[in-house]
């Protein structure tokens, strides 16, 4: 593994080159004012690796922290390198199962899902765009239902409901109670849906990470360590439909 420094305008963001084997890789140090301890992921969009560290940390320590989990940041890019266009014969998770993905295009019926299939009527050059867009409206009608259904159990009520394509986070929720969610968790398995969903529910009683937080947590879902642990190795993946 070799290093090659490429300065950045902005002081507070370095970028660095990683060797991966073969490959070159770009590793961003990024020195946040919010962050507590180091973190790593990959972004799917160069794909490129990420630390972030807190302000007053040496930037050497997210390099170190790099180099020690170079096997991690291949496997993830790996994983994210290998783009699915949404095209007649693509096969595309939605919750706990897979569904095919049809061009019919003589249907008159837009975008429906049934028996495995995803079928997309129209013209073939607005197929990707009108399944990005029944997926979107599909996340936000299960998530509706699954915030509706917890936020009663809490006692608490959420205010608007906003699907997005985020890149840092699966969700959030804001102080005035709107919760915001990521479209592409509507490929996740059901049960990682249901804890991103409890997560952000239980923030409506809790702003912060503390132990009455998680407590709330505990009783809106069954799956909190299950689905973190599947979101740190298969979250990136998501990233690649699309």
Not at 73 to 84: H, K, S
Not at 178 to 198: E, I, K, N, T
Not at 220 to 239: F, P, Q, Y
Request: hydrophobic share 40%; aromatic share 6%.
């Amino acid at each position: 593994m070799s290093w090659l420094r490429r300065p950045r305008a902005r002081i507070r963001e370095d970028e660095y080159i990683l060797t991966l084997d073969d490959r070159l890789v770009p590793l961003v140090v990024r020195r946040h004012p919010t962050a507590r301890r180091l973190t790593l992921r990959v972004d799917p969009e160069g794909p490129r690796a990420i630390v972030t560290i807190p302000m007053d940390l040496d930037p050497r320590e997210g390099l170190d922290m790099a180099s020690r989990r170079t096997g991690w940041i291949a496997a993830r890019i790996g994983a994210v390198a290998e783009r699915v266009s949404f095209e007649d014969g693509t096969t595309i998770p939605l919750g706990d199962e897979t569904v095919l993905l049809r061009h019919c295009a003589n249907a008159r019926r837009g975008v429906w899902h049934d028996d495995g299939l995803l079928c997309v009527s129209g013209d073939a050059a607005h197929v990707a765009r009108r399944a990005r867009d029944w997926l979107r409206s599909e996340a936000r009608r299960r998530i509706r239902l699954l915030a509706e259904e917890k936020s009663a159990r809490l006692g608490r009520r959420f205010g608007r409901i906003t699907i997005r394509d985020t890149r840092s986070r699966w969700g959030s929720c804001s102080a005035r109670g709107d919760l915001s969610f990521c479209w592409r968790l509507v490929l996740a398995p059901q049960f990682v849906l249901d804890y991103v969903v409890a997560h952000e529910v239980a923030h409506l009683a809790e702003p912060n990470h503390g132990p009455r937080f998680w407590k709330a947590v505990a009783t809106l879902t069954e799956h909190t360590d299950a689905a973190r642990a599947w979101l740190r190795r298969n979250g990136a993946s998501l990233r690649r439909y699309g």
